[in-house]
């Protein structure tokens, strides 16, 4: 069993910054692709930005030179740091991981999801 927690989102103003943190636990062999969605009220849930096994990133557009990914391997975690924060980052955000476990192979798993609300 493999669970994903999440945690730092939260309401700040426009302009502010938030801090949020996944780390995994459970029978892991390793892990590939990190990576942070999100998903707002009625819409689909989008590719925020993703960190691969060496450092690599990536980021979408709307938040590239305002959002930064990081990943610490030792404890098998990843991080978003959110500056500069706009009401059009409200989302619910998602964390995910592709793991190798021994005996199910590669998979993507999520984890529970926190609320970013920032205010105007």
């Known amino acids: 069993q493999v669970q994903l927690v999440e945690s730092g989102g939260g309401l700040v103003q426009a302009g502010g910054s938030l801090r949020l943190s996944c780390a995994a636990s459970?029978?892991?062999?390793?892990?590939?692709?990190m990576g942070w969605y999100r998903q707002a009220p009625g819409k689909q849930r989008d590719l925020v930005a993703t960190v691969a096994t060496g450092g690599e990133t990536n980021y979408a557009d709307s938040v590239s030179g305002r959002f930064t990914i990081s990943r610490d391997n030792a404890n098998n975690a990843v991080y978003l740091q959110m500056d500069s924060l706009k009401p059009e980052d409200t989302a619910v955000y998602y964390c995910?991981?592709?793991?190798?476990?021994?005996?199910?192979?590669?998979?993507?798993?999520w984890g529970q999801g926190t609320q970013v609300t920032v205010s105007s």
């Open positions: 995910n991981m592709k793991m190798y476990r021994l005996g199910l192979g590669s998979n993507a798993y």
């Open positions: 459970g029978s892991i062999v390793s892990i590939n692709t």
